[in-house]
């Protein structure tokens, strides 16, 4: 009985067309408002509306009835009743083809309403500005989410639009059919559930963080579509990239000023740069990032971003090939030029001076994104990923280096210069897929070894791309050599320190709390180098 009521909608009814004789409109987002209501009103509908709403219509020389006049009830709480009706629901709910239903619509005088056009209070962006606990609540909107849904499920016989980007359609079926299909009143009702969904998954993650919930009894997540893209991480994949209610600076906030379209890869690794490069203050260093497959393959800090850009590059100028480039600061037109000498995919930065931007553009299909600020390393946040029937939720990883209480265990201390260049490798390796090893020097990464099963074999694959790196520009030997070097996770055992103190690192910065740290300090010591532990632990998988 449930497959053959709940059928796929592919195997939709033929096409039932729907005059729409009354119009409920209630919206607090008013863009192309008053010209879709004046073509309702060309085309004989009548309009009923609320509050501000009846306002602007007015105001518009637009003749339109007040709810109250539907119900015979005034709006009373400051508005928090009055669409919650029989006179209104009646009016959507009723079905038109069941004689019970009209026989009840007419000895209770309830008139039809063909259409609903409702978007919601704005708890997003109320909760997002850091609004007061009240003020988000009275943002919360009841009687709107009761009239969308009501006539979604009524849709064989109501249209419902919860965005003015829907308009269009709905008037251009107007106009060619009379009234709206039954496929178009199904989109559109497909669209209004999704659309409450995520309405009421971004008030339940405010309330779980007002009170400080890390793991309430539901968990839901929403989001709103940007683009739907043309594939995922592999063509056969299907894809598409959605907006959350979060604010945070990043690809989601960006401006794309040229280039091709960005795809599913290329939106992963833009994120994981940016967040890399914003791990460094504007203020008082430029920064910039370059990824390859959502790992760094060469950071650095420099005097100017150009600086930075070349530092960066000498850590891996071939993996830097085809990869994705963030900065910290406006893009300027010096690093723009170096920048677009090689093939890359995207760069990303706050913003771009005019003379940046026209030698981008002389590269027709690199993307250039232009986010408008820089996402906040210290700000809490929530991340997830699908695993097989669930959602693994964790806080996002706002440890940040120059916060940490840095503890030296071993009998030299890490000097000046040293101790920088260790907190900036830490910094880079909180962005790099575990198992992670660093070598850093002069503010520039040197040497990475992403992703490996072992951390010897991590030390071992940064050391070889330092030596790799040595040869392509030409130097007598590795960057490696006098070095800092940073691991994720703590050493297990000695193995793995060896690997960087053969390779030529003088310092080390890591978590500790390995049952074999005391192995693990007395090789340093042996080798005379310093050690610092940091108490946090960086794991990204």
């Not at 703590?490 to 690192?505: Q, R, S, T």
Request: glycine letters at 8%; proline letters at 4%; charged letters at 25%.
């Amino acid at each position: 009985m449930l497959s053959r009521l709940c059928r796929p909608l592919g195997f939709l009814m033929p096409d039932r067309v729907r005059k729409i004789t009354r119009a409920l409109i209630s919206v607090s987002d008013k863009s192309g408002l008053v010209d879709f209501a004046r073509a309702l009103v060309e085309n004989k509908i009548v309009l009923v509306s609320t509050g501000g709403t009846k306002k602007t219509l007015a105001e518009a020389g637009l003749k339109v009835a007040d709810i109250s006049e539907l119900t015979s009830f005034p709006e009373m709480m400051d508005g928090r009743v009055k669409t919650l009706h029989p006179k209104v629901h009646g009016g959507i709910l009723a079905l038109r083809d069941d004689k019970a239903h009209s026989a009840s619509m007419r000895e209770h005088a309830i008139e039809p309403i063909d259409l609903v056009v409702v978007n919601l209070y704005p708890f997003e962006a109320t909760a997002e500005k850091g609004a007061a606990f009240e003020d988000c609540i009275e943002n919360i909107d009841i009687g709107g989410p009761a009239l969308v849904r009501a006539a979604a499920k009524n849709h064989n016989d109501v249209a419902v639009i919860v965005d003015p980007t829907d308009y269009e359609a709905v008037l251009a079926e107007i106009k060619k059919h009379g009234g709206t299909t039954l496929e178009l009143r199904r989109r559109l009702a497909a669209k209004a559930y999704a659309r409450t969904s995520a309405y009421d998954a971004a008030i339940a993650n405010w309330f779980a963080g007002e009170l400080n919930d890390d793991a309430p009894a539901w968990r839901t997540f929403g989001g709103k579509l940007a683009e739907k893209l043309r594939y995922g991480e592999n063509p056969h994949q299907t894809a598409a990239f959605y907006q959350s209610p979060e604010r945070r600076f990043g690809v989601a906030s960006a401006r794309q000023v040229q280039g091709k379209e960005l795809s599913y890869n290329n939106i992963n690794d833009t994120d994981a740069a940016y967040e890399c490069a914003a791990e460094f203050g504007p203020k008082r260093t430029a920064a910039v990032a370059i990824i390859k497959h959502a790992n760094p393959c060469g950071v650095a800090e420099g005097k100017s971003l150009l600086d930075a850009y070349r530092k960066a590059l000498a850590c891996d100028p071939v993996s830097t090939f085809g990869g994705v480039i963030a900065l910290n600061r406006p893009l300027d037109a010096e690093a723009a030029r170096a920048i677009v000498e090689i093939f890359t995919e995207v760069i990303i930065a706050p913003d771009a001076s005019k003379e940046a931007i026209e030698i981008v553009g002389t590269k027709k299909n690199l993307r250039l994104l232009l986010a408008g600020g820089l996402p906040d390393p210290r700000a809490r946040g929530l991340v997830f990923k699908s695993v097989a029937g669930g959602l693994l939720v964790q806080s996002r990883d706002d440890s940040v280096a120059d916060d940490l209480a840095l503890k030296s265990v071993t009998k030299r201390k890490p000097t000046t210069t040293e101790l920088a260049d260790l907190k900036f490798a830490f910094s880079v390796a909180k962005h790099v897929k575990s198992n992670t090893i660093v070598y850093a020097k002069d503010g520039a990464t040197v040497g990475i070894g992403a992703g490996q099963m072992s951390r010897v074999d991590a030390a071992r694959i940064a050391a070889r791309k330092a030596e790799d790196a040595a040869k392509a520009t030409k130097l007598k030997e590795p960057l490696t050599k006098g070095a800092v070097v940073a691991s994720d996770a703590f050493f297990p055992f000695a193995d793995g320190l060896l690997v960087a103190i053969e390779a030529g690192a003088t310092a080390v910065i890591q978590p500790g709390g390995s049952i074999r740290d005391d192995e693990v300090i007395a090789a340093a010591d042996k080798a005379g180098i310093a050690m610092v532990f940091t108490g946090v632990r960086h794991f990204r998988h």
